[in-house]
Each structure stands twice: as structure tokens, then as C-alpha cells.
Nanobody, 121 residues
Framework: QVQLVESGGDLVQTGGSLRLSCAAS????????MGWYRQAPGKQRELVAR???????EYAESVKGRFTISGDNAKNTIYLQMNSLKPEDTAVYYC???????????????WGQGTLVTVSS
């Protein structure tokens, strides 16, 4: 019903920058929330940043001041600008969205397949 397409993961040196993109498509009536999570090897998946309907944002403490999440409502797309990257930012980054679907208006959560960000020291 809802598909997410992510892009932007890459290998970058410490201190570098990357921009991740995630586009949602499918039976979307409205987007309740959209954001990025990450999972490093041997660790649990954690919230990085998300936008909630109305425009409020939420960030993990570890990325505040370095990462910025933004969105294009018309395109159901979000971006994550990541600056001053550190080796501990290395992880698979997953896009997540919670939407209300068209026609039956039910709440659906969807995950992207993930994009790998590697920060070399």
C-alpha cells in the first residue's frame, strides 16, 4: 500500500557531509509522521530524526546540531542533511512513515529497505 524509496547513503570521511532522501508513494491520504532511524552492527534500531504532521521535529541527542531533517509535503519526501559526520554515525539508515491511507482511511506504518552510511576515521 505504501512504498518508500531511499537514496543517498555512501562512504564518507570523518567530518564530511551526506544528504539522505526518502520518497513515499502509494495509497496515501495524509502523512502523520515521517523520519529516519538507524541501526549499527550489534545495536538496536534507534530514532535519528522525524517530522510530525504540523511540522514539529524530533532529533536524537547524539545528532542535534549536526543533522537537519526537512520535508516536501507536495512530494511526500523527506531529507536528512548530515554534517560533521563521525564514525559512530556509521549504520544502515531506514526511512519510516506513518500514514492514513486513501479510501479506507486506516493507519499504516511502512519502512524502507535501508541505505548504508559509512563514516571512516
Amino acid at each position: 500500500q505504501v512504498q518508500l524509496v531511499e537514496s543517498g547513503g555512501d562512504l564518507v570521511q570523518t567530518g564530511g557531509s551526506l544528504r539522505l532522501s526518502c520518497a513515499a508513494s502509494g495509497s496515501i491520504f495524509s502523512v502523520t509522521a515521517m523520519g529516519w532511524y538507524r541501526q549499527a552492527p550489534g545495536k538496536q534500531r534507534e530514532l535519528v530524526a522525524r517530522i510530525i504532521s504540523g511540522g514539529s521535529t524530533e532529533y536524537a541527542e547524539s545528532v542535534k546540531g549536526r543533522f537537519t531533517i526537512s520535508g516536501d509535503n507536495a512530494k511526500n519526501t523527506i531529507y536528512l542533511q548530515m554534517n560533521s559526520l563521525k564514525p559512530e554515525d556509521t549504520a544502515v539508515y531506514y526511512c519510516n512513515t506513518v500514514v492514513i491511507t486513501t479510501i479506507v482511511h486506516i493507519r499504516v506504518e511502512a519502512w524502507g529497505q535501508g541505505t548504508l552510511v559509512t563514516v571512516s576515521s
